[in-house]
Antibody
């Protein structure tokens, strides 16, 4: 079965960077694009970007351009998302999610809570 | 690019139908038939309910249906059940800027 297992919760100070991982299993890693979506406490979903695991080519949401980096390691079927220059507004649950190839998301990771606090 | 516009709340009694709207622009909802809807229960990851405007994934009850007219998409839940109480989010492909989500609608079953 398809599984996306994310790394554990992180606490970071303002100005620092955080790197979240997402290990995929149950399917061919390079066959499906992967999204990152975040959700601040009590707020809605926010799309951050998508990466093609075959080419490692990412597309970032304009809001995060210059601050986010999405990478992957095909040898371990793992996706990474690094967000820099953290501020309190970046406190959120971060999800990795598989693109179904039907222009939607069919599987989600369990989420990684990132807390930015001094 | 702003998020898609959804009403913050909707409600209905068991057995009734409720429709949630999702308004965008000609650059997203109106420009592509790539609107999807997600259900999210508290503390859980979202679940895909509708894709490509009106298609249902395997396992999603046919009480859930989707449609689109112009720049507005809609999700209708018929025969409301207690377990339908959740947050619902629409999403649309938006071309070069990627994907957009709506602000979410909290559905209450009275």
């Amino acid at each position: 079965q398809v599984q996306l297992v994310q790394s554990g919760a992180e606490v970071e100070k303002p100005g620092a960077s955080v790197k979240v991982s997402c290990k995929a299993s149950g399917y061919t890693f390079t066959s499906y694009n992967l999204h990152w979506v975040r959700q601040a406490p009590g707020q809605g979903l926010e799309w951050m970007g998508i990466i093609d695991p075959r080419s490692a080519s990412p597309t970032y949401a304009p809001k995060f351009q210059g601050r986010v980096t999405m990478t992957r390691d095909t040898s371990t079927s793992t996706l990474y998302m690094e967000l820099s220059s953290l501020r309190s507004e970046d406190t959120a649950m971060y999800y990795c999610a598989r693109d179904s190839s039907d222009w939607c998301i069919d599987y989600w990771g369990q989420g990684t809570l990132v807390t930015v606090s001094s | 690019q702003s998020a898609l516009t959804q009403p913050p709340s909707a409600s209905g009694s068991p057995g009734q139908s409720v429709t949630i709207s999702c308004t965008g622009t000609s650059s997203d909802v109106g420009g592509y038939n790539y609107v999807s809807w997600y259900q999210q229960h508290p503390g859980k990851a979202p679940k895909l309910m509708i894709y490509e405007v009106s298609k249902r994934p395997s396992g999603v009850p046919d009480r859930f249906s989707g449609s689109k007219s112009g720049n507005t998409a809609s999700l209708t839940v018929s025969g409301l059940q207690a377990e339908d109480e959740a947050d619902y989010y629409c999403s649309s492909y938006a071309g070069s800027i990627g994907w957009l989500f709506g602000g979410g609608t909290k559905l209450t079953v009275l």
